[in-house]
């Protein structure tokens, strides 16, 4: 029996709940009526993965099996998961009254009081409940009749519980309270071993934004672990301490890595659920300390998983996998991870954040994304919603666009003036200099007013004024363009153009500017990695009208996955002295024109924009409106 249960803490510690339930399982059935071991595992495995069945039921059948605190606790943990909230006060008020009830039971306890309170909107009940958590766990290190190891080794056991009591005790405004607790303790016991708590309370403070030093908890810290140097928990701390300092990255990041790795690799081998709960924040501070360089983020996604095997209920380590996954480009899997964060809690503001890079109202999967994502907060939810979340996602974009491109519009024309004054007295300084500095001075003139023809152009195409609707010649707009090109750049631009393209109707100005924006940057582009740039126009069907496909493509160095979402975005740029409007100019206008405008790229590969213009306009009724002054843009993507 013994080895089945050490079986199946061992699959549970590497990760695979499927096989620790089924171990467990047959421990179970093989076990004495009065052997509450094995379906205590299995309830905590059923807490740990978000299976409320079962976790009550077995959670039940072990309180019966084998009455105690600790069963009462896991009993009331089972039954707040599941929404019975009478019946779980019941269970921690009994696991609180048991004669067998250890302090760190009690406190577990006490949790569960405040947990039920704050659902029921009991500030003080929850507030009284949780500093009566608090002084359980310091009276049972202050304790004078027991060994100083004892209670050592106490701090070291529950010093997670004490990190979540003290992080709800600051939370709820009892700061003060915990303070005069732990100045009663030290006055009571000298000897009590506090330096670790007081450094996590410390730590607490800090990360709600109270007025505590950084080094203070460094203190502590460096105490406890020249006090007691052999203590795992103490080291874990100041690792994630260390980590913490982002400017001491260079020196301390190296040397965590490799202590966490280690860490890992000690405490795979031990069973238990504290030692599961330990080695899942070893794997999810190793991925903090790996994520930001990016040779080591594959890493960092191996490490965030190998936490969520351990601890699936962990929402904010779901919601960084998500980010790391998005930024190599599956948006897929990055998906799942958001479901998963959603599941765990409805209301995490960082997992809506991170749904909301997801949603693009430009996507045709628009409606599913939103589907599963309104469905993993609360099941059943996309039934009701139908298509219309999807359409206020939409609308809210397109009013948060227009909010900022008329934020834009309304200071653009103080920024366009500036750059022409600075283009004019640069033009001044360069008539009266010689030799080297005139020649930089020429430079510098040049771009400042390449910027500010770009600028006067984007402003343009935000004026309220409506477009000028006219019959387009394909052929010749597209040499024009290429030619435009041509002239202020050493690539070599190629162009294609098929026979019977139709006519396009338009405004000639607004198309003409948008296409030079687009193979202007192509050239850019393919400059730096000495490519080339090839423009294409050919016939498409469509269920109506023809249309005509303009194809930009060049081999410079490409854009990262992780960028195309904000490739549309004013400012968004590549190029060192790029404006970052020249897409934006040509989405709107393409937009306005009902057509839709595509980019795919790679890195290393180089770039394809794809833009697709209906022929005739028959089915709207004009071009869509370019200006976000008159209300943000209306006009739709074919």
């Known amino acids: 029996m013994t080895t089945l249960v050490e079986l199946g803490d061992r699959y549970w510690a590497l990760g695979l709940p499927a ?18 071991g094995p379906v205590r595992r299995l309830a905590e495995l059923a807490l740990a993965v978000g299976d409320v069945t079962a976790a009550r039921k077995h959670a039940a059948e072990a309180a019966k099996r084998q009455p105690g605190a600790a069963a009462r606790v896991l009993l009331g943990s089972a039954q707040l998961a599941a929404g019975e909230l009478a019946a779980a006060r019941m269970s921690f008020a009994a696991a609180i009254d048991a004669p067998s009830a250890t302090p760190a039971a009690r406190a577990r306890a006490r949790l569960g009081l405040a947990s039920v309170a704050e659902i ?19 009276a049972a290190i202050a304790a004078p009749k027991v060994a100083l190891a004892t209670r050592c080794e106490l701090a070291d056991r529950e010093c997670g519980l004490f990190e979540e009591v003290v992080a709800r005790v ?47 908890v460094d203190a502590a810290l460096a105490a406890e672990a020249e006090a007691r140097p052999s203590s795992r928990v103490v080291q874990l701390r100041a690792i994630e301490r ?70 699936p209920s962990h929402a904010e380590a779901a919601c960084r996998l998500a980010l790391l996954i998005l930024d190599r480009g599956d948006a897929d899997g990055a998906l799942a991870e958001i479901e998963r964060a959603l599941r765990i809690d409805a209301g995490y503001g960082l997992a809506w954040r991170n749904a909301a890079r997801l949603a693009d109202p430009a996507s045709p ?18 039934g009701v919603a139908g298509t219309a979340a999807p359409r206020l996602v939409t609308a809210a974009a397109e009013v948060a666009r227009g909010d900022v491109l008329a934020g834009v519009y309304a200071h653009g024309h103080r920024v366009k003036n500036v750059l022409g004054i600075i283009g004019s007295r640069t033009r001044s300084a360069r008539k009266l200099a010689e030799g080297e500095l005139g020649d930089r001075l020429r430079d510098l003139e040049r771009e400042v007013m ?49 026979a019977a393209v139709p006519d396009l109707r338009g405004d000639r100005m607004l198309l003409r500017e948008a296409l030079v924006n687009l193979v202007h940057n192509a050239a850019d582009a393919a400059e730096r990695t000495e490519g080339n740039v090839s423009v294409s126009v050919r016939p498409v069907a469509t269920t109506s009208a023809p249309a005509v496909e303009i194809v930009v493509a060049d081999t410079g160095p490409g854009i ?41 790229s790679e890195e290393g590969r180089g770039t394809v924009v794809i ?28």
């Not at 096989?19 to 509450?36: K, S």
């Not at 500010?452 to 024009?480: D, F, K």
């Open 242 to 311: 260390s980590l913490r300092r982002r400017a001491a990255d260079a020196e301390a990041r190296p040397a965590a890595i490799a202590q966490l790795t280690a860490l890992a690799g000690q405490l795979e081998h031990e069973p238990g659920a504290e030692a599961i709960v330990e080695q899942a924040r070893v794997w999810f501070l190793l991925a903090t300390a790996l994520e930001d360089d990016p040779a080591t983020r594959s890493r960092a996604e191996d490490a965030y998983r190998r936490g969520l095997r351990l601890r």
């Open 450 to 498: 390449a910027l500010y023809e770009e600028w006067a152009q984007y402003l343009r195409s935000m004026e309220a004024s409506g477009p000028t609707v006219e019959v387009i010649a394909v052929a010749p707009l597209v040499h024009e363009v290429v030619a435009a090109a041509q002239a202020r750049t050493s690539v070599s631009i190629e162009i294609h153009v098929a």
């Open 19 to 36: 096989a620790a339930r089924a171990v467990l399982g047959r421990a179970h059935d093989a076990a004495a009526p009065t052997d509450a």
């Open 120 to 138: 029921q909107r009991d500030a003080a009940g929850a507030a009284a409940n949780l500093m009566a958590a608090l002084d359980d766990l310091l």
């Open 560 to 600: 990262p996955k992780s960028e195309l979402p904000r490739i549309f975005v004013p400012g968004y740029t590549t190029k060192e002295t790029g404006s970052g409007v020249g897409l934006t100019i040509a989405e709107r206008v393409v937009t306005a024109h009902h057509g839709r405008i595509q980019i795919d």
């Open 611 to 638: 833009v697709v213009l209906p022929s005739d306009l028959g089915g709207f009724p004009g071009l869509g409106p370019l200006a976000p002054l008159a209300g943000g843009r209306s006009g739709g993507r074919s």
């Open 365 to 382: 999967g628009l409606v599913d994304v939103v589907g599963r994502l309104l469905d993993a907060a609360a099941p059943g939810a996309s």
């Open 170 to 216: 600051v939370a709820c405004g009892r700061t003060d309270d915990g303070v005069a607790a732990f100045a009663a303790a030290a006055e009571a016991a000298p000897d009590a071993p506090l330096r670790l708590w007081q450094a996590l309370f410390l730590a607490a403070r800090i990360a709600h934004g109270e007025r505590v030093l950084d080094s203070d």
